[in-house]
């Protein structure tokens, strides 16, 4: 009978209404299967109706019939078999509206706080789902699922504690007091308990941003949950305490103590589970994850080859440099038997341990460049070359070894576009070595053997080393001549194009600047621009111009010298009316304020927000341009930017204070004409000489620190005994000076630490200038 509601029939009269009679009669058969057959069949069809084609005419819209069925499941509402209450309840749930939901909202505060948990689990899913369209209805429930909470059946508990948090998610202080009385309560599911670890979780991230104390809310409580005798619960706490923001190692410890033992459990799920917790903890905390290595070994060996592949590339991060040989031969044992998703992992892990230790670049460039030419699917082949790429720019010694295995890797690639991307990458980095030449085989073997777009890429390399190698410039333009018989229209126009700008004739000379700024430069117009004024060009005796093109805008003209950018900065308190924090991203001659901006009042809609900035306390800076954010509906994240120009490669500070103005029409929070304009005071904000400069990452910062030399090195304090530590640093300051920071603390007396700072840079002023930063604060 049902089985007509669901299937399409372009026979049947749609205003047939015999499968819902026959269903109707159906409700009043009493038989147990039977019912719980019905009522998941009457939910697909519903779901059919909703999600299906909604020019379907040939299903039964259920909607005109729903009174029908509703008659039925009302009088099963109030059945003594508690079975036919709960799936009366799910389906009456999906089919009722606004109208009819108060009418049987009684019946479901009822079920709610039944004896029986299928029932109250029942209600309770149910009002998850009303809750999208039905809010008002579902919140005056509060109560009833308060009372839920205390229920000692796991599932309801579990269902209460997810309803009750929805219910109050749009207010961050429900929220907060909805955790805190949680976590004084006697939650006695696991999986209820889980669920409050994440809500807890999210009430520290939000809690972070706004206070300036280090101390962190329910940390206890999360701890308290690692001697849980739920193994998920344990789990979910310990993967939380990781996932803190700025965790410190004395808050790892207890985490890392229990995922250590779960890294020798029989169960296959938690031997994953702490691998790869700890996998991501290893990225950035290594130290603390070093004492679980003897029990990671053991996981080498492990069956599941997801496990042994996770600790395998956990202990390539947190081992020494001579464990490196004796890793690296063990994942080649079983590399081959993963999935691509795995192996891009391990790449990945190679990647940073060649980093860390840059003096096995030899040993750990084999091994990428052996994986490179097993089998592989594109995502995995595409991580191999992005990161033989990284370790050459970032290792020089690496640079010609890198190279020639890309080479190697394109005579037989069968992805055109890690072929295109290599032959970039030679044409850039190809001429700077020591022989060029010998890289010119490679480039010109893709013009004969490869595809279209290959080809048109290998020409646009060879043209690089012939304007870049002055002795290699005869040999490239015999091969350049040769490509202008090519049966592509790109690969001819492009050596035309190349041999016209060299020029033509072959002859040993040094290439014009001009020349290589086409080449190498970028290019100041968007590509999609350009494509459109070729497009739109009708041809004629007038010449294309390219100026006529629309040029990027200013935002996106400063975005390419970018220096850094800071971390947000609130600018507001919290449970103000409006959130807006700011990020200064700093460029050579300017400096950019996102204001990150949320409406946190539902019945507000705001327009034409904008931040008015007052730069009266920062005259080196001078207002260039706005950028006012539309609109901002409630609880939507939006931007708005403000840029200020200041001297070029000046490290200027100064003090702004900020104005939030917008318009906001209050009665209906729609936009109308008539809006009001209102403003927000913000806190003030400042650029120091801190936010330019930028931290980056040292493999050995013994060898950088006496390569820099002593000639602008500086000192403030002394630390005569009783040496304690040291913290070593590597920033670039603007005007891409770099500058090594060395910190020593010492005990000075019975209380006392006394610091000793040493500073080495490229250039006298930015010495002295680090040292005026620290004795400021």
Known sequence: MAHPLVKKDDDRDEEDYSPFLGIERALFFKKLEFSMTLSLILEDALRFEENGLPDDKGAISISRWVIIVTSSLMKDMTSKTDMYRANAIRVLCRITDGTLLTQIERYLKQAIVDKNPVVASAALVSGIHLLQTNPEIVKRWSNEVQEAVQSRAALVQFHAVALLHQ????????VNKLVSSLTRGSIRSPLAQCLLIRYISQVIRESANNTQTGDRPFYDFLEGCLRHKAEMVIFEAARAITELNGVTSRELTPAITVLQLFLSSSKPVLRFAAVRTLNKVAMTHPTAVTNCNIDMESLISDQNRSIATLAITTLLKTGNESSVDRLTKQITNFISDIADEFKIVVVEAIRSLCIKFPLKHRSLMNFLSNILREEGGFEYKKAIVDSIVILIRDIPEAKETGLLHLCEFIEDCEFTYLSTQILHFLGIEGPKTSDP?????????????????????????????????????PRVFVLLRRCLFDTDDEVRDRATLYLNTLGGDGAVVETGADVKEFLFGSLDIPLMNLENGLKNYKPSEKPFDINLCQRRSRFSHLLRRKLQSSPPVELTEAETEYAVNIVKHIFDGHVVFQYNCTNTIAEQLLENVTVIVDASEAEEFAEVASKPLRSLPYDSPGQTFVAFEKPEGVPAVGKFSNMLRFIVDPSTGEAEDDGVEDEYQLEDLEVVAAD???KVGVSNFRNAWESMGADFERHRGSVSKFKVTHLPSIRVYIGNVKVLVRLQFGLDGPKDVAMKLSVRSEDETVSDGIHEIVASG
């Open 167 to 174: 219910i109050r998610q749009n207010d961050r202080l429900a």
């Open 437 to 473: 030449s010998k890289y010119i085989r490679y480039i010109y073997n893709r013009v004969h053997l490869e595809n279209a777009t290959v080809r048109a890429g290998a020409v646009s390399t060879l043209a690089k080393f012939g304007a870049m190698v002055d002795g290699l410039k």
């Open 692 to 694: 330019y400069m930028l």
